[in-house]
């Protein structure tokens, strides 16, 4: 789900994935539809995944623990989209799968988007299932 407080709320529900990154500290999770409605993150840590709570950086700090979030969204057939640059990706592991919330907000159209996103139950994935994550210019 994903909620714009405190007038426009968006929400749409969708099935998360979650890949491995090659370079072993990082993984991407993934929702997305095929109308265009998605959330990308690109949560960075230490030695695995764990419970905890990883501050929002800008793309292309990859500097220390930390999460990339992206949202794209329609809105009357309209195409939106913005990237945090505040906030905060909640992960609470249980086993193989991995839920929390996502609370921060972006610039879109010059205008400061609040947003809050929750998920839930998403497998994380085979240690074999990597992609490359790095941040291109």
Excluded at 91 to 119: C, F, H, L, M, W
Aim: aromatic share 6%.
């Amino acid at each position: 789900m994903v909620a714009f407080p405190p007038r426009d709320t968006i929400r749409f529900s969708l099935p998360a994935v979650t890949h491995r990154c090659s370079d072993r500290r990082s993984l991407v999770l993934e929702a997305m539809s095929p109308e265009g409605s998605g959330v990308l993150v690109h949560l960075r840590y230490r030695d695995s995944v764990v419970t905890a709570a990883y501050r929002i950086a800008v793309p292309g700090d990859t500097t220390a623990p930390g999460a990339t979030v992206a949202v794209r969204y329609l809105l009357r057939e309209a195409g939106h989209a913005f990237f945090f640059d505040t906030g905060t990706v909640e992960v609470r592991r249980d086993g193989a799968k991995v839920g929390g919330r996502i609370q921060g907000s972006g610039i879109e159209n010059a205008i400061r988007t609040p947003t809050r996103i929750e998920y839930r139950d998403v497998p994380l994935p085979r240690p074999t299932d990597t992609v490359p994550c790095a941040a291109q210019p």
